[in-house]
């Protein structure tokens, strides 16, 4: 038998490098195990912090060659370009502000990305990756972590059927504890950078969480926000950034919806939850209990389904990885977004032609909306909740 050389571009396995997600960082290190869950792609190089010291350490605690160990990302763009064996994809999880600039560099080196959310500052920098990404024929995925769970795949499909009718009201909510008093003066740096416009944009909360909100309605019900009104408010006190909002919105077809994200709930850890009224029936999901949700029609019992029983369509059951009954979680979630977007890229790697109907994870056109909707919501409270067009 021939071995492959180390050079060689193998076909049936991906490689990636990895911007941010260094040594007490957040959600590296979950993008890290999601990825290794269906071991289609090897992470071989990174720069995991802007310190290049504390990169070049941690890179070696993950036992990654010394000489794919960068001092930068435009760095690690150019260089992995130039290898026969530069990686597939760069996975950015950096706090927001750096998303687009090494977003862009990636693809201008023709290497195709995977970027955390939200995915850019500024709208227009949203849509330059996109144009981006088409012009050069790249794969680019947008990690909104929850809507990689099975049971968010059937209530698509169940939405898409019209088993509760036309939707009439979406009232969905992400409430969270965590920001109720001042975490980022306490040595807390993920509280610190997300209240702080220089790392987090012009917002944090609807940024954070609410952009969550925005693409999960849009996932499950193929709703298009028209218009939107917004207050947004910052309760704890000498902070810059919203850290609670209200946001009443409008749809192409007429449905109306009422978003609430707040990192002041007292009482509540990571509680997104949908509601979606329809003129048959009506659809509820919790993330915290994320296998199961129920669906009831008009004057029947109210129906509870979980994840993994047979009636799940094929669309959601090729996610499961364990029978019903086993909790599966954030990081399935994760790594269901990571098989869909690998599997994409390895049919294209394989010479396959790009198939967008295929895809099965957020594009960067979802993660532009997010950046539009999260813009207006900001727009919207500063000119006291006025309706803004999208
Ligand atoms: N999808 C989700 O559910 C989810 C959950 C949490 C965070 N996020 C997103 O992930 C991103 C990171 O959030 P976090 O909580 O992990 O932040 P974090 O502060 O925990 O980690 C950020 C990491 O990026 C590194 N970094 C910063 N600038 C860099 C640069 N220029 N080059 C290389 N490394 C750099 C930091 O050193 C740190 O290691 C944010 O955009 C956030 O919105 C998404």
Redesign the pocket.
Known sequence: MIEASKTEKRVDRLTYGM??????????D?HRTAIRMDDKATLVCG?????AH??KEFGASLGLDPARLYP??EEMARKEAERPDGIDFAVI????A??YE?CKSFLNHGINVVC???LTVEYHEAKELAELVERKGLLFGV????TGYPAVKQITHLIASGEIGDIRFVNAEYPQEWLATRSEDSGN??AA??TDPAFSGKSNCV??IGS?VENMVATMTGLRIQRLSARLDKFVEGRQLDDNATIMVEYTNGAKGLYWSSQIAIGYDNGLRVRIFGTKGTIEWFQEHPDHFTMVKLGEATQGWSRGRDVFVDAAQRYNRLPSGHPEG?FEA?ANIYKAYANALLSKKAGKKLDRTAWEFPTVEAGADGVRFIGACVESSEKGAAWVTL
């Open positions: 911007v941010g997600g260094g040594p007490g960082a957040f959600i590296g979950v720069v995991f912090s802007r310190d504390k990169s930068s990302f999880v950096t706090p927001n750096a998303h090494a955390d959310k939200p990690t909104y972590t929850y740096r993920q950078w997300r940024g954070d969550h954030v994760f």
